[in-house]
């Protein structure tokens, strides 16, 4: 299956301006001075889906929450940092190395402080990786360098990481069938998440590389009675797949043959444009 991409992305311009040498001041020695520059950060987000054609996620996801570039995580990393100190004729010299670590709940929180030249990792979170329900996870995530009397630029494009299962039906299968109800299935284990095929189903999003399914049942129309709730329940299982970061998993169930039969299409994306299909014969 060829991975695409139901993206949620948020383009987060990240300018970092060098301070270059400074020293204590006045006419002080400048062997304490330090050489660093700042991260200075600002974001614009978007909610365009990508998928066989685009669309908005807002659309398949009522209420969707779509985070604020200031209401990020943001965690700041660099490796073997350098330590620079100014001697008094103005040269440079490396007093230590270190690894740099720090994380501001939001990006809002974020007071640019002075960072020591070096190549850093920029990385803006939102939400859980490990969390099964309705929203997504979001995260995105850059290499930046400060150098010395230098300014430079990135972008960090923030999309969905996790994945969003759905179940969909077809006119003829929700004109035939009735009292859909259909549990998903994480790990072998049902959840408390159920798809009904009404209005209120939205995706539900899980970690990448789990393994989900649906299991559940509908009625066929009574024979015997105008209720529909008296006809012959039928028990569907759809196999499990597993979960791809930033793809929307869909169960699309169809009935074909005045309901004899029903068909089940995964439409995610693949190599040629072909489907995988689970058949249910006779039910």
Do not use: W
């Not at 990393?77 to 939001?106: C, H, N, Q, S, W």
């Not at 490990?130 to 996870?137: S, T």
């Not at 998903?184 to 049902?190: A, N, P, T, Y």
């Amino acid at each position: 299956m060829k991975r695409f991409f139901e993206n949620i992305f948020s383009l987060v311009f990240v300018a970092v301006s060098v301070v270059g040498c400074s020293d204590n001041g006045a006419g002080e020695k400048t062997d304490t001075a330090h050489c660093q520059g700042r991260l200075a950060i600002s974001g614009i987000s978007s909610a365009t889906v990508v998928s066989r054609a685009e669309l908005d996620l807002a659309q398949v996801c009522p209420g969707l929450k779509v985070p604020a570039p200031a209401e990020l995580k943001l965690t700041l990393t660099g490796k073997d940092i350098v330590e620079l100190e100014a001697t008094e004729g103005g040269e440079l010299k490396e007093v230590g190395r270190f690894d740099y670590d720090a994380t501001y709940p939001m990006l809002a929180d974020y007071d640019k402080p002075a960072l020591f030249p070096g190549k850093y990792t920029v990385t803006l979170e939102y939400g859980d990786p490990e969390a099964v329900g309705p929203e997504p996870y979001y995260k995105g995530e850059v290499q930046a360098a400060v150098e010395i009397a230098e300014d430079n630029y990135c972008r960090v494009p923030v999309t969905v990481r996790n994945a969003g299962v759905r179940v969909t039906a077809t006119d003829n299968f929700r004109n035939y069938f009735s009292d859909a109800r259909f549990k998903l299935v994480i790990d072998g284990k049902e959840s408390e998440y159920v798809f009904t095929l009404g209005a209120e189903d939205r995706p539900i999003f899980v970690p990448a590389g789990m393994k989900v399914g649906v299991k559940g049942s509908v009625r066929r129309p009574s024979q015997t009675s105008a209720d529909d709730s008296e006809g012959e329940q039928l028990d569907i299982e759809v196999p499990a797949r597993v979960t791809v970061a930033g793809t929307l998993h869909t169960f699309a169930f169809t009935a074909e043959a005045g309901g004899a039969g029903l068909k089940v299409e995964f439409l995610d994306p693949e190599e040629g444009g072909s489907f995988d299909e689970e058949l249910n014969d006779g039910a």
